[in-house]
């Protein structure tokens, strides 16, 4: 069981910056893979970005050249850097673990982008 705990959510102008991290509750170096999701409201889940335990990303087209992905196995963290954001990156952002045979999430972190 991989408890994931999100943070760095918050309120940010347009085109201001935000870092969530993803803390897991145990090692991720056998994760196969992690990532980020969000959902706005009235909208399904959607995929942000993952990264797997080789350090290979895939990005919404969305948020590509402005939001990287990345994680620290020594700290069993994930991270999403958010780079000039818009008022439609506004959502809950979700973390993901994909350790076989299930999925696990977080229980999610706000970003509003409003000015």
């Known amino acids: 069981q991989v408890q994931l705990v999100e943070s760095g959510g918050g309120l940010v102008q347009p085109g201001g910056s935000l870092r969530l991290a993803c803390a897991a509750s145990?090692?991720?170096?056998?994760?196969?893979?992690m990532g980020w999701y969000r959902q706005a409201p009235g909208k399904q889940r959607e995929l942000v970005a993952t990264?797997?335990?080789?350090?290979?990303?895939n990005y919404a087209d969305s948020v590509k050249g402005r939001f990287t992905i990345s994680r620290v196995n020594a700290k069993n963290t994930v991270y999403l850097q958010m780079n000039s954001l818009k008022p439609e990156d506004t959502a809950v952002y979700y973390c993901?673990?994909?350790?076989?045979?299930?999925?696990?999430w977080g229980q999610g972190t706000q970003v509003t982008v409003s000015s």
């Open positions: 993901i673990a994909r350790k076989w045979p299930r999925d696990y």
């Open positions: 145990e090692s991720i170096s056998g994760i196969s893979a």
């Open positions: 990264i797997t335990s080789g350090d290979s990303t």
